[in-house]
C-alpha cells in the first residue's frame, strides 16, 4: 500500500525553526510532483510550496523568504525548512505528492507557534 510518511511537527515559539519531512512508502514509482499544504483551524487547506522533478520550486506568498523546499525525487522524499515561524503558520501540515492521476496525502503533523 502507497503511503506518505510525515514526521517533524511540533511547537515553537515565534521566531523559531522546524523542519518537516515526508517519504512515499510501498512504490518503485517517483512521483513528479511533491509538496506541502495546510489547514489551519476555521480555514481551507492552502498551498505552502510544491517542488517538481526535485527541482523547480513554487511557494506560497505567505512563506516566501521563510521556507525552504527541497527533495530527492529518486527517494520519494520531500522537506520543508521553516524558518522565522509566526502564530500565523500554525496549522496541520499535509505532505502532498502526484504522479500521473494519482494523488496521495499524508496522515497531517501538527506545527504550533506560539508568540
Known amino acids: 500500500q502507497v503511503q506518505l510518511v510525515e514526521s517533524g511537527g511540533g511547537l515553537v515559539q515565534a521566531g523559531g525553526s522546524l523542519r518537516l519531512s515526508c517519504v512515499a512508502t510501498?512504490?518503485?514509482?517517483?512521483?513528479?510532483?511533491m509538496g506541502w499544504y495546510r489547514k489551519a483551524p476555521g480555514a481551507q487547506r492552502e498551498l505552502v510550496a510544491t517542488?517538481?522533478?526535485?527541482?523547480?520550486?513554487n511557494y506560497a506568498d505567505s512563506v516566501k523568504g521563510r521556507f525552504t523546499i527541497s527533495g530527492d525525487s529518486a527517494k520519494n522524499t520531500v522537506y520543508l525548512q521553516m524558518n522565522s515561524l509566526k502564530p500565523e503558520d500554525t496549522a496541520v501540515y499535509y505532505c502532498?505528492?502526484?504522479?500521473?492521476?494519482?494523488?496521495?496525502w499524508g496522515q497531517g503533523t501538527q506545527v504550533t507557534v506560539s508568540s
Open positions: 510501498g512504490t518503485i514509482f517517483r512521483f513528479n510532483v
Open positions: 502532498n505528492a502526484k504522479l500521473n492521476g494519482i494523488n496521495l
Open positions: 517542488i517538481t522533478s526535485g527541482t523547480s520550486t
